[in-house]
């Protein structure tokens, strides 16, 4: 189910749209996990890029948290070229020197402008020695990107925690936000500990992005809902697996909840299906009551003999409904009234001073009643 969110990566943006963003939530145990889910995805991206199969032309990846050797490494053993990295991957290398503090050793015999920010290592990677100026930053990232023409291009970042450290989470969300409704930008996605920020944090980057992911341990106890400490089968299966949940928003409103597994052995990261899960309760795990849930036969009986209120009881003779016409079976019954008898009443009324009559017989039961039937006439009111 991971596919999906590459796919919505890859597709893009719409006109008028802001770009779709993915947001990988993990907790730090699981943080090997995310690192390598991170690095599935970037790899996904990229090579999607390089073969034309995106909108995206390229993938920035702003680095905090590793090497970009890291990334270009996993890619070559993904199956990307040189020239295709060196085509389609740029890397703003945070990590190496963030506050320009190494820069600053290295030059202490030397006078330097305040203004020399970045400086490019390799081809396709570029150092950042300012991580608290999120202008410059933004500005470095869509350099990076930005190519002749309006070609669009994706943007990785590894890690918000590390950002957080230095930046308050209302400047973060503006400068995902202003990434986001960049018009060369086709998609973002990005990389959260959401267990070393209050829940409101996380909640606030969650409802900047179209996707959420999270990862959780593989196995708990089902008795506490976490590891046992110091249990080594726990341990040894949770440091090379996890669950890995994504909500998917379509454009339709619906949200779409898919489920896999994440492995991670040595440098290869896959992919899953989770086994499926019975939804049938087992007939023990019902609670225990006091009381039965169904009904015996005698008490069916007694509740189809009981008396309801306001219904004809009949007093020992048939129950008559008036139905507005007199019917045939009826007719046949009285032995004192005949078809040609209600004829002969009905052309010779035997009232002394001839009158002017309507008389209307219903076709059927299925017409509606007339407006001097009583609605309620089979009731003792």
Not at 226 to 250: D, M, T, V
Not at 256 to 266: A, N, P
Not at 326 to 338: F, G, H, I, K, M
Not at 351 to 367: L, M, V
């Amino acid at each position: 189910m991971a596919e999906a969110a590459v796919r919505c990566l890859r597709d893009g943006r719409l006109d008028g749209e802001h770009a779709p963003a993915l947001a990988v939530a993990s907790t730090l145990q699981c943080g090997p996990l995310a690192a390598g889910a991170m690095l599935h995805l970037a790899a996904a991206v990229a090579s999607n890029a390089a073969a034309g199969k995106a909108q995206a032309r390229g993938l920035v990846i702003v680095a905090f948290d590793r090497s970009p050797e890291v990334y270009l490494d996993f890619m070559r053993r993904r199956g990307l070229d040189p020239n295709a990295l060196n085509r389609c991957v740029r890397i703003l290398d945070c990590y190496s020197d963030p506050i320009g503090w190494k820069q600053k050793i290295r030059s202490q015999q030397q006078q330097e402008s305040g203004a020399d920010l970045c400086s490019a290592n390799k081809e396709n990677v570029t150092i950042f020695r300012n991580v608290m100026d999120l202008d410059k930053l933004m500005c470095s990232t869509i350099d990076l990107g930005r190519g002749e023409g309006k070609i669009y291009f994706s943007i990785a970042v590894d890690s918000i925690s590390s950002m957080l450290r230095r930046a308050s989470v209302s400047s973060i969300s503006s400068f995902l936000s202003n990434l986001r409704s960049h018009d060369q930008i086709s998609s973002i996605f990005w990389l959260i500990h959401s267990d070393l920020h209050e829940p409101k944090f996380s909640r606030a980057f969650e409802c900047l992005s179209t996707m959420v992911a999270s990862l959780e341990p593989a196995v708990v106890d089902s008795f506490y809902e976490e590891e046992i400490p110091g249990n080594i089968p726990f341990l040894e299966e949770n440091y090379s697996k996890a669950k890995f949940y994504l909500r998917l928003k379509r454009r339709n409103g619906r949200v779409k909840h898919l489920h896999e597994e994440l492995h991670v052995e040595g440098n290869d990261v896959r992919f899953v299906s989770a086994p499926s899960v019975s939804t049938e309760v087992s007939q023990s795990l019902l609670p225990k009551v006091q009381f039965n849930l169904e009904l015996s036969e005698k008490e069916r009986s007694d509740k189809a003999n009981v008396v309801l209120p306001f219904e004809h009881q009949g007093k020992g003779e048939p129950i008559h409904i008036y139905d507005g016409r007199r019917s045939l079976p009826e007719a046949q019954q009285d032995s004192n009234v005949t078809a040609s008898a209600l004829l002969d009443e009905v052309k010779f009324p035997k009232s002394a001073a001839p009158k002017g009559e309507i008389h209307y017989f219903r076709d059927s039961d299925d017409e509606q009643p007339d407006s001097d039937e009583d609605p309620d006439d089979d009731l003792d009111i």
